[in-house]
């Protein structure tokens, strides 16, 4: 099955600091998604975006699936911004083992 | 509008026990999925279905049975849990290609 890398694994910022977060798969994909999972475990969407590039807020993605990988980033973070950021691929939505952020007041 | 609930949020197990664990959706969504989540990891896809009557496996089925005979409901069955077992596992349902995600069932088998 296809393989999904994130890096990096862990990530520590100060509030107001911009972070980006890296998502590489190891074979085409026709399906890519990107989650925060809240410190109290909740998984929220918060793209999906097999190609180009999508804006929400301080949060953008951008995904070359011709060289397979994607970019989360985050602008002028926030402490609300901490948790665990999970890139997901294809229909059976195989996830990468996530980047732990934490933001600092 | 509840979203997907999940039924129980926390469980304890003896070793080969079974249970039932419930995710319900009044979202009118297709496709329904149950995950487990081991710590330090991604979710791992159990078993899917894509309407109801219909059941596919996923990553990890071996251990697990799944029904989904109100297209609301997806149930997932441990019929002989192991200490391997121990997760948390999430429901989801997809509206288009958004995933909306349960808010977990932590389950410890001793």
């Known amino acids: 099955g296809i393989q999904v890398e994130q890096s990096p694994p862990d990530l520590i910022l100060q509030e107001g600091a911009n972070s980006t977060l890296r998502c590489n798969f190891s074979?085409?994909?026709?399906?890519l998604q990107w989650f925060h999972q809240n410190p109290w475990g909740q998984l929220i969407n918060l793209f999906y975006?097999?190609?180009g590039t999508k804006q929400n807020g301080r949060l953008s993605a951008t995904t070359v699936a011709t060289e397979r990988y994607s970019l989360l980033y985050i602008s002028s973070s926030q402490t609300t911004d901490s948790g665990v950021y999970f890139c997901?691929?294809?229909?059976?939505?195989?996830f990468g083992a996530g980047t732990r952020l934490t933001v600092k007041p | 509008n509840a979203g997907v609930t999940q039924t129980p949020k926390f469980r304890v197990l003896k070793t080969g026990q079974s249970m039932t664990l419930l995710c319900a959706q009044d979202?009118?969504?297709?496709?329904m999925y149950w995950y487990r989540q081991d710590p330090g990891m991604g979710l791992r896809l159990i078993h899917y279905?894509?309407?109801?009557?219909?059941?596919a496996k996923g990553e990890v089925p071996d251990g697990y049975n799944v029904s989904r005979l109100k297209k609301q409901n997806f149930l997932l069955g441990l019929e002989s849990a192991a200490p391997s077992q121990t997760s948390v596992y999430f429901c989801?349902?997809?509206?288009?290609?958004?995933?909306?995600f349960g808010p977990g069932t932590r389950l410890t088998v001793l």
């Open positions: 989801a349902s997809t509206l288009g290609n958004e995933q909306f």
């Open positions: 074979d085409s994909v026709n399906n």
């Open positions: 975006i097999p190609s």
């Open positions: 997901a691929v294809e229909g059976d939505m195989r």
């Open positions: 979202m009118n969504h297709e496709y």
């Open positions: 279905s894509v309407g109801e009557g219909t059941t």
